[in-house]
């Protein structure tokens, strides 16, 4: 042990003396292996799954960020790194870069563990960060190409006796590298020449990162029995009404109010003319939830349906039902 503090010592001398000095714990943070001292601090919660598998945790996040038009942002780092839970606390408590991250990516936490796991995979995506620590990151687009692979420490904040990464760095990185927005009235105009050329209808929900309803419901959607169920009848469309441009504009074009909440919906035939909304007697039914919303929106199915049976439209509501009676 003696030998081994020894060693380490030295090491650190000799930075100092090449000008690449750093604090104990911010050389630990490139080896685990060193030995630091004892820490009082209390245990941290693990915010990376070892278990997991990282190219199943990236494929999921990848198919996630190509339907929202987001970018995969890789966060490489372990339990054990002191300047990966600071990072995370960052992610997690500053309103800017939470904002961001909620807007802009998917975010994946992959753990390296004694820098021994998914080696293959960082060598993948050219992520170096066995040459310039943890955690690092790696941006991706939502067809799996890197955009950027990005050491931290140039993201720390340099406060004197206080570890941590300045909030504004982290942002400007990530503003950086996030997706174009795309023209609401070019996205939905697809979708109706989709539905031109195979005799169908034109599903359409608008929301916003930030309703916990509109997840709910497009959490709902992208279950692939519902998928297919309703891809029968219907192309399903998202129009983010902050993300993409003149997104709140088309919402209010078809909605023609600005009154009620999101998520709002139209069912439209190719035309683009409105056959049934979300709006009903008792206002709009948004993510359908209560007995009366879910038997609501089975009545606009029906509207609005071509092929669908009566057995496959109440198959939906039943799905509703079911995820709701599970929370």
């Not at 003396?17 to 601090?41: C, I, W, Y």
């Not at 199943?56 to 339907?67: M, N």
């Not at 339990?79 to 939470?98: A, D, M, Y």
């Amino acid at each position: 042990m003696i030998l081994a503090a020894a060693r380490t010592w030295m090491v650190i001398c000799l930075l100092a003396t090449t000008g690449l000095a750093a604090s104990p714990e911010h050389f630990a943070r490139q080896d685990p292996a060193v030995t630091t001292a004892p820490s009082t601090q209390p245990e941290r919660p693990k915010i990376y799954d070892e278990s997991a598998d990282a190219k199943e945790q990236i494929a999921s996040a990848l198919a996630r960020a190509k339907k929202e038009n987001r970018r995969v942002l890789i966060q490489w780092g372990a339990n054990w790194c002191s300047w990966c839970h600071l990072l995370h606390e960052t992610c997690e408590k500053q309103p800017s870069v939470k904002r961001k991250l909620l807007y802009e990516y998917d975010v994946v936490l992959v753990d390296i563990g004694r820098w021994d796991k998914n080696i293959d995979l960082a060598r993948q995506y050219d992520a170096n960060f066995k040459g310039a620590g943890v955690p690092y990151l790696t941006v991706l687009d939502a067809d799996g190409n890197v955009i950027a692979n990005q050491e931290t420490s140039s993201l720390e904040a340099k406060i004197e006796g206080k570890d941590g990464h300045d909030p504004q760095k982290v942002v400007d990185f990530l503003t950086r590298h996030q997706a174009s927005y795309p023209y609401a009235g070019a996205v939905l105009g697809e979708a109706l020449r989709q539905a031109a050329a195979t005799n169908r209808r034109v599903f359409v929900h608008f929301g916003a990162p930030w309703c916990g309803w509109c997840h709910r419901l497009e959490d709902w959607l992208a279950r692939p029995e519902i998928a297919k169920a309703l891809e029968k009848d219907f192309v399903e469309v998202k129009i983010d009404t902050d993300r993409m441009i003149g997104g709140a504009e088309l919402l209010l074009g078809y909605r023609e109010s600005t009154r009620g909440g999101i998520p709002w919906f139209a069912f439209l035939g190719p035309d683009g003319k409105k056959i049934v909304t979300s709006d009903g007697p008792e206002g709009n039914i948004g993510c359908p939830y209560t007995d009366e919303e879910i038997s609501a929106f089975g009545v606009i199915l029906r509207r609005a349906r071509n092929s669908l049976t009566d057995e496959e439209v109440e198959a939906l509501l039943t799905s509703l039902r079911a995820g709701r009676d599970k929370k």
